[in-house]
């Protein structure tokens, strides 16, 4: 087996890279800080977060997904009782191709924000 190394990887046809028909990078990810105003700290593929309310919200693409069937892995930092899981949230907004709504909360179900957030969606862009 021969051993491919590069420093960059550009798609000819335009998109993320591909190796056998899977994406080599996330889709999009996002480091943001939950509480006051929310803000982004860095992300891929994440134009804004949509604060609905205490723990609760959406995050919106730079470029739509290809379709509606991506994953979702969130993670929030947890601070005594306060927010330790992040979780996507169809109450807060569907998945659809450009967004979906997320959830943070305690151990005991309460919504709560977090300080430190991240998310991973693995799919493909249109």
Do not use: H
Not at 17 to 34: E, M, R
Request: proline residues 2%; aromatic residues 8%.
């Amino acid at each position: 087996m021969s051993t491919v190394k590069a420093n960059d990887l550009t798609n000819t046809t335009g998109g993320i890279p591909t190796v056998k028909s899977q994406q080599l990078i996330p889709t999009a990810w996002v480091n943001f800080n939950g509480t006051g105003t929310v803000a982004i700290r860095d992300s891929e593929n994440v134009s804004s977060i949509t604060d609905n309310n205490t723990g609760v919200g959406i995050i919106n693409f730079t470029t739509n997904l290809a379709n509606t069937t991506y994953a979702i892995v969130g993670s929030a930092n947890a601070q005594g009782s306060q927010a330790g899981l992040l979780q996507y949230d169809s109450g807060e907004g569907a998945i659809s191709i450009s967004s979906f709504g997320f959830r943070c909360s305690d151990d005991n179900g309460i919504n709560r924000d977090s300080d430190t957030c991240f998310f991973v969606i693995l799919g493909g862009q249109s």
